[in-house]
């Protein structure tokens, strides 16, 4: 399984981005997906997740109204739709996948594929 995370750069804040992760990876339908983010000097975080049918998303408390996570099975892609950008949001954002028919898991640890990392930057 390959994860490529793509969309990120540089905005100002209040701005908006769209990452996308494209999996290189059969039956992409049975993956739970999720977004961690890390910024610098702080642990990695869960951003937003998105269960295998599309059905069941998840954000943190952080994100919520401004964050939507999608998928498009038909192209083994996930994305997130970053809205309303603040300075705080600023860190290298990874993809995760996990093979499992369930909702959205929250553990880092629970996920066996990520991504290579895409960094967002916003200014103030």
């Known amino acids: 399984v390959q994860l490529q995370a793509s969309g990120g750069g540089l905005v100002e804040a209040g701005g908006s981005l769209r990452l996308s992760c494209a999996a290189s990876?059969?039956?992409?339908?049975?993956?739970?997906m999720a977004w961690f983010r890390q910024a610098p000097g702080k642990e990695r975080e869960l951003v937003s997740g998105?269960?295998?049918?599309?059905?069941?998303?998840y954000y943190s408390d952080s994100v919520k109204g401004r964050f939507t996570v999608s998928r498009d099975n038909a192209k083994n892609t996930v994305y997130l739709q970053m809205n309303s950008l603040k300075p705080e949001d600023t860190g290298v954002y990874y993809c995760?996948?996990?093979?499992?028919?369930?909702?959205?898991?929250?553990?880092?640890?629970?996920?066996?594929?990520w991504g290579q990392g895409t960094l967002v930057t916003v200014s103030s």
């Open positions: 990876v059969r039956a992409f339908s049975m993956y739970t």
């Open positions: 998105v269960s295998w049918s599309g059905g069941r998303t």
């Open positions: 995760a996948a996990e093979r499992i028919l369930s909702s959205v898991l929250t553990n880092s640890n629970a996920y066996s594929y």
